[in-house]
């Protein structure tokens, strides 16, 4: 049977971006998979640095994977910095990859070009080696576990690649020990718009957070940018922020319906209380499911306790091969 593996980065509740492009499809695939699903938390230690922020996000991230529907019985999850064996890993991983690799990964690089557009005399300001390292880890996280396939968002590509030659850059040396996995991305889902038309994402300030309560999830909608025409003026819904969104949350007859209105003329602020409607019905079961794990978080500590130990079986077999290929 195939595996797949994917992980989350625990830097606050996911939002609807995650939700439409990783966590939806990667639950799909879980049904048919032999799948492995963890929380980032040693990534997210590039930004938060905060202990009991840093724990909170965690459950987050737990609950809300669970309450779209993950079965731990089914799959495994685990929280990363539960695996001890991803951080030998990710040494050993490091001694095959060059530098060079590392000065061309898209998230070290954009931070460089903030620093030069920002005036900043030092490229590498504010840059630990923490995020330099970052891909390294990334490939620890999924060679580890022999993945096949690894469902990410379009922005992830380069990071599977890495993790394929720096295996292969491995296997040159010692055989073929490593599997080489794969990028699974979800085409139709794309890169979910934020709130200002840019890609949804926290950095941008322009997320809709997974789990608000229904007020606020209306309040955020509301915020979607449009332009300055009056109502009954005919718009064009292959243009449009908000049915791109509503897209994602409807049914096709819906989405000709709701296209038959924008011909016809609709005003904005009755195109984002339909998208609302729809999001609010998909999200408002799994919120309070959601919501019930955040009030008992020893919960999320068994399931991810459970998880951890069926993931540190397969890790240590699979680490203890590579490090016989290395000669430890
Ligand atoms: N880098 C991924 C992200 O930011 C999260 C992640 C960490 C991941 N390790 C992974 C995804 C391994 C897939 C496989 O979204």
New binding site residues.
Partial sequence: METI?????STGQPHIGNYLG?IKPAIHLAQSFQSYLFI?DY?SLTKIHRSDEFHHNVYEVAATWLACGLNPEKAVIYRQSDIREIFELAWILACFTPKGFMNRAHSYKDKVAKNLEAGNKDPDFGISMGLFNYPIL?SA??LLFSANK?P??ED?IQ?IEFARDIAQKFNNNYGDIIKLPEALVQKEVKIVPGLDGRKMSKSYNNHIPLFVDSKKLRKLIMKIKTDSSPPESPKDPENSLIFDLYKEFSTESQQQELRAWYLRGIGWGEAKQVLFEAIDKELSEKREVYNQFMEDPSRLDKILFEGAQKARDVAKINLDKIREAVGV
């Fill in positions: 593996l994917t992980g989350i980065q990783a980032a990534h990334m996280d999924i690894v990410v968002g992830q990071h």
